[in-house]
């Protein structure tokens, strides 16, 4: 629930410095209202009144609180990352900038998807209407990792139809089972599906076979 309170100063700039020192919250994160004016009494002195006003918290957009969510990460890890923000149609996109980032990206990118699954937990927190999805990137990660499952999908299609014989990859998430399932869709004798349970679930590349059992070739 957004804090409300009111604060008084002897002119009006008094009176939000105040507020926001008691919110510790910038100024833009802050609703003022004012709700008197200051004045002064007789010879300046007698029966001066000081400017009062009434200071609302501002709720935080999704995205705001995606970001708020990171910077508390970032600054808790002791390191400078600047966050781009891309509109992607529907989805948003934060491309992370600085230096030595690869501690964020982990292995086969592990530690950005579980930072990115917790970013879109804190972006979406007690949001009833349409919730909007964060994808994070570090120094184009995403597209050259896209681009690796491509050439890995079709070496291993080869290897399959090669050897005749179903090649089972290592456990993957689903949006890069995804990425191979898409890659090798159009191979007239590949086929591909995925076995096991999550987060164990792999993809599995098999040949097609015809009624005779004969290996039918792209």
């Given amino acids: 629930m957004a804090r409300v309170i009111e604060v008084t100063g002897k002119d009006i700039e008094e009176a939000k410095k105040n507020a926001l020192e008691k919110l510790d919250l910038p100024e833009d994160r802050v609703i003022f ?20 006003i009434r200071a609302t918290e501002r709720e935080l957009t999704p995205l ?6 990171l910077k508390s990460v970032f600054k808790a890890m002791h390191k400078d990352i600047q966050i781009e923000c891309i509109e ?5 996109k934060f491309n992370l900038i600085g230096d030595d980032l690869g501690v964020l990206i982990g292995k086969h990118g592990q530690t950005l ?13 007690n949001i009833a209407g ?20 491509c050439q890995l999908a079709q070496k291993l ?18 949006h ?37 059992e004969d290996l039918l070739i792209k």
């Fill in 33 to 52: 209202e004012v709700l008197e004016e200051p004045s002064k009494g007789f010879f300046g002195i007698i029966g001066t009144r000081e400017a009062k």
């Fill in 64 to 69: 705001e609180k995606g970001q708020d969510f």
């Fill in 88 to 92: 992607e149609d529907i989805n948003y």
């Fill in 113 to 125: 998807d579980s930072l990115q699954y917790l970013t879109n937990m804190a972006a979406n927190k």
């Fill in 130 to 149: 349409a919730r909007v999805r964060i994808v994070l990137d570090v120094e184009n990660y995403r597209k050259r990792r896209e681009e690796t499952l």
């Fill in 157 to 174: 299609a080869s290897r399959a139809r090669k050897y005749r014989t179903k090649v089972v990859l290592e456990p993957m998430n689903r």
């Fill in 176 to 212: 890069e089972r995804k990425i191979i399932h898409m890659a090798l869709q159009d191979y007239a004798d590949i086929i591909t599906y995925s076995d096991g349970v999550e987060p164990h679930r792999k993809i599995v590349v098999d040949i097609k076979h015809n009624k005779n």
